[in-house]
């Protein structure tokens, strides 16, 4: 006997009765061609800000990265493991797609904890401290006049946090080579989970906006 979530079970049963029975061919071939997404998504793991239901996308539309805060760390070719770093890479080199976007959200975890970290870490291994550490040089940089309210500070910092991940996103090679060479563009998103409203970022200025 097993012990999976009863909703999940109930959801697949719905997925493969409508959905998938309504959208077979597409399936078909996704199976035997393999997938061709145009954009590659950098979400954050978090379950209200789900990149497929904001875009209304379906199979094989979107290659989709999500990590804690919708990082993308510096490129550092060393022997560590780096799983975002590799999804990145498979995306560009291998499946050629033609956009990237970062996208992050209001009322991040991740963000909310760089700017109110707490006094002892979730659990032995730190993997989140860690992980957030790659926000700690903007951090630093980051001032607050006194006159942001704290949901106010906590956009701002969410968008900070966009623009370097698309900075470090032109630290890897063949994606300035890309960039230079106008076959893949680089976007920023911010999706207001509260309203649903979607903020695109200017490429000069680096203002978001809605669209």
Same mark, same amino acid.
């Not at 061919?25 to 209200?48: F, V």
């Not at 550092?76 to 956009?99: M, R």
């Not at 996103?169 to 989970?193: M, S, T, V």
């Given at each position: 006997?097993?012990?999976?979530?009863k909703h999940?079970?109930?959801?697949?049963?719905?997925?493969?009765? &409508?959905?998938?029975?309504?959208? +077979?061919?597409?399936?078909?071939?996704?199976?035997?061609?393999?997938?061709?997404?145009?954009?590659?998504?950098?979400?954050?793991?978090?379950? +209200? =800000?789900?990149?497929?239901?904001?875009?209304?996308?379906?199979?094989?539309?979107?290659?989709?990265?999500? @990590?804690?805060? @919708?990082?993308?760390?510096?490129?550092?070719?060393?022997?560590?493991?780096?799983?975002?770093?590799?999804?990145?890479?498979?995306?560009?080199?291998? /499946?050629?797609?033609? @956009?990237?976007?970062?996208?992050? &959200?209001? +009322?991040? $975890? $991740?963000? @909310? =904890?760089? *700017?109110?970290?707490?006094?002892?870490?979730?659990?032995?291994?730190?993997?989140? $401290?860690?992980? *957030?550490? /790659?926000?700690?040089?903007?951090?630093?940089?980051?001032?607050?006049?006194?006159?942001?309210?704290?949901?106010?500070?906590?956009t701002a910092?969410?968008?900070?946090?966009? +623009?370097?991940?698309?900075?470090? /996103?032109?630290?890897?090679?063949?994606?300035?080579?890309?960039?230079?060479?106008?076959?893949?563009?680089? &976007?920023?998103?911010?999706?207001?989970?509260?309203?649903?409203? /979607?903020?695109?970022?200017? &490429?000069?200025?680096?203002?978001?906006?809605?669209?």
């Open positions: 006997m097993h012990t999976f979530p999940l079970l109930d959801g697949y049963r719905n997925f493969i009765e &409508h959905r998938h029975e309504a959208e +077979r061919q597409k399936y078909l071939e996704l199976a035997e061609k393999g997938q061709k997404p145009a954009t590659m998504i950098i979400a954050c793991c978090d379950s +209200r =800000a789900a990149p497929e239901t904001i875009f209304s996308c379906g199979p094989g539309e979107l290659f989709v990265i999500r @990590n804690v805060a @919708n990082l993308v760390p510096p490129f550092e070719p060393d022997s560590g493991q780096h799983g975002t770093s590799a999804a990145i890479e498979f995306g560009v080199q291998a /499946l050629k797609v033609q @956009n990237i976007v970062v996208m992050g &959200h209001g +009322r991040c $975890g $991740g963000i @909310n =904890a760089t *700017l109110n970290p707490l006094a002892e870490p979730l659990a032995p291994g730190d993997f989140i $401290g860690k992980w *957030l550490e /790659l926000l700690k040089p903007i951090r630093q940089q980051f001032t607050d006049d006194g006159l942001m309210t704290s949901g106010e500070r906590q910092f969410e968008r900070i946090s966009i +623009r370097n991940s698309i900075k470090n /996103l032109r630290g890897f090679p063949y994606i300035a080579d890309l960039e230079r060479q106008k076959k893949l563009q680089l &976007h920023g998103a911010w999706f207001d989970i509260s309203s649903g409203e /979607l903020w695109v970022m200017d &490429h000069k200025t680096g203002e978001f906006a809605r669209p």
